[in-house]
């Protein structure tokens, strides 16, 4: 097998292409603009740049429906400006990729530093109820290897999945194998071939029902089924056991590679898809007298997890996109000193 | 004898009558639409229509072939990303000035600069119909809405310029011309690149009965007393309708 040598970003082009992806359109944004410029004259995929991140995302859930797999890529404001499109998706059930490259926020923040901020705007960003599953590599073998999952994921949910990642990850260069996983055909036929009518309204059999709460109940108790059964396929996580350790080390992302430097002293957990949330941790947790979370927001994900464990969890939280292995190790030491 | 209205074919005959109100112009333009498609025999398979929401976004829900009724102002990126994945669909979206100028403008400043090939129905009845009738990027300087009391004092947009300003199909009617209306919807869905005909349509529920009109008829008839047909020019005095290709 021969060896490679990638950015994170370039990663995903490449296998969004392998994976089936024909048609993306973006708006530049770093840290996410590599996906672009690496796809931009490739034969096997048609690229558009659009006027903003609004247009990109709509024009590929016009693309998806049209009946070819579809990307986009885009960093924290990007990702921001597409959520309302991105519950359209959800409701008129359309399989997308969308990657965020986390950069620091609010707002323009620190240009173009790494961050996590946006965990739970993957989660709730939209208005309304929906249930995204959501992966969140930590290398470039796993932005390859999850690209795949992603589209694969989006077609079988038929809903738009989103890829995960960081200004660091993404920026990262490693030398991988770049293994191909199978990939899922589409799933539905495309626009042109019936009278299907794809609405963002409550809808029942192609048709609009915007005032029956018994159809709206339905459809998102359909939406909340749908995506627990599909993401059973993809329990990824990884759990670094340690016995000698009364403390888990939760991390996802750029900060998980962080955490690895702790492995000694610490058990490691980390989650890959990071929504629905794998609920395996809740027996891994039981193991731990303390949990920790560490994470590059103010305790976006450490609050989802608490909630699901129903256990207090310690935080140290990253903010301005440094990270800084003797800062974390005396935040450690000071939590652990704490009974 | 009874004579079979054929186009009909083109729409989901259960969902008629329309959830429109008495004296509403978005019904004329679906039939016209309609007529225009039978006119070209447009194939139901291969032919998608998107729309954005308001009123006149519900018109896609209406047909009787694959649709898409997207986000508020919307359309046009969703019909491109359609058009751009698979050439061989024809692509109409039909939706109201308020989405496609207004929340959706700048798609259309860009959707014209690429000179995507889909055809847009404007249907341009100069408010926010479906909010209660505030002005919209259409009213006219002057005009009464519920958010003008005293008088809307912006301009209205020069989509004609706007269009224009990059070579593509424009064509102006009214819901009072019908056979003139049909020339230009016709026109557009033979063009190549992007068409775009405005529909001047009436909303008596929420703006003409602010305006002095008692009826959807009254309004209707102000069209065929304050437009005129121009054929000639290359381009439309704000009275006139006509086709500038």
């Known amino acids: 097998m ?35 410029h690496e796809l931009t004259n490739k034969k096997e995929v048609k690229v558009f740049q659009m006027e903003d991140e609004i247009a990109s995302v709509n024009a590929i859930i016009g693309a998806s429906l049209a009946g070819v797999k ?14 309302e499109s991105i519950g359209c998706a959800h409701m008129m059930e359309v399989p997308l990729v969308i990657v965020n490259v986390q950069r620091v926020g609010p707002s323009t923040g620190m240009p173009t530093l790494p961050a996590q901020g946006d965990i739970l705007q993957c989660k709730y960003g939209s208005h309304g109820d929906y249930f995204p599953i959501v992966f969140y590599p930590n290398s470039v073998d796993e932005l390859y290897k999850y690209t795949f999952t992603a589209f694969n994921a989006a077609e079988e949910s038929l809903s738009p999945v989103i890829l995960l990642s960081d200004g660091y990850v993404g920026h990262l260069y490693e030398t991988i194998e770049a293994v191909d996983s199978p990939i899922s055909e589409r799933s539905r036929s495309p626009l042109g071939t019936s009278n299907r009518h794809f609405t963002g309204l409550t809808h029942k059999d192609s048709r609009p029902a915007a005032s029956n709460t018994d159809v709206h109940k339905k459809l998102i108790k359909h939406f909340e089924t749908k995506q627990k059964k599909i993401s ?38 980390r989650p890959i898809r990071i929504f629905p949330i794998v609920e395996d941790i809740k027996e891994i947790a039981k193991k731990y007298k303390k949990i920790v979370v560490m994470e590059m927001n103010a305790g976006q994900y450490a609050n989802e997890v608490e909630r699901l464990i129903h256990r207090e969890v310690e935080l140290i939280s990253i903010q301005g996109g440094r990270i800084d292995l003797h800062d974390i190790g005396s935040r450690l030491k000071r939590i652990n000193r704490k009974k | 004898m009874i004579r079979k209205l054929t186009y009909l074919s ?5 969902l008629l009558p329309t959830e429109w109100c008495p004296g509403c112009g978005n019904g004329i333009v679906l039939k016209l639409v309609c007529q225009s498609m039978e006119k070209l025999n447009f194939p139901k398979k291969g032919t998608v229509v998107v729309s954005g929401i308001g009123c006149s976004g519900r018109s896609a829900g209406f047909f009787n072939l694959d649709s898409v009724h997207t986000a508020h102002g919307r359309a046009l990126p969703v019909a491109e990303g359609i058009k751009l994945a698979n050439e061989k669909l024809n692509v109409i979206v039909i939706s109201g000035d308020g989405d496609l100028l207004g929340i959706g403008g700048n798609h259309l400043l860009h959707a014209t600069r690429r000179n995507t090939d889909i055809n847009i129905i404007c249907i341009a009845n100069a408010i926010y119909g479906m909010t209660g009738g505030q002005y919209s990027p259409t009213t006219e300087v002057g005009s009464k809405t519920l958010t003008t009391p005293s008088g809307n004092t912006d301009l209205p947009i020069d989509v004609q310029a706007l269009v224009k300003a990059h070579n593509c199909f424009y064509a102006r009617s009214t819901t009072y011309h019908l056979k003139h209306a049909t020339q230009c919807i016709v026109g557009a869905l033979e063009h190549k690149g992007l068409s775009f005909v405005e529909v001047k349509t009436q909303c008596i529920t929420n703006d003409g009965r602010r305006r002095g009109f008692k009826n959807g008829y009254e309004m209707l008839m102000s069209y065929k007393d304050n437009y005129k047909i121009n054929d000639k020019s290359s381009e439309l005095e704000h009275d006139e309708i006509g086709i500038i290709k």
């Open chain 1, 232 to 269: 059973k396929k993809y329990n990824n996580y990884e759990y670094i056991e340690n016995k000698s350790s009364d403390t888990l080390l939760i991390s996802y992302g750029a900060m998980s590679r962080a955490s690895y430097y702790f492995k000694e002293d610490y058990a490691i957990y």
């Open chain 1, 70 to 83: 579809s990307m986009t890529a885009t960093s924290g404001p990007g990702f921001s400006l597409m959520q």
């Open chain 2, 10 to 14: 083109y729409l989901k005959e259960d």
């Open chain 1, 2 to 36: 021969t060896k490679t040598l990638l950015q994170g970003n370039q990663a995903i082009a490449l296998a969004a292409i392998k994976a089936g992806m024909k048609f993306f359109a973006g708006y530049p944004i770093t840290p996410a603009s590599e996906i672009l």
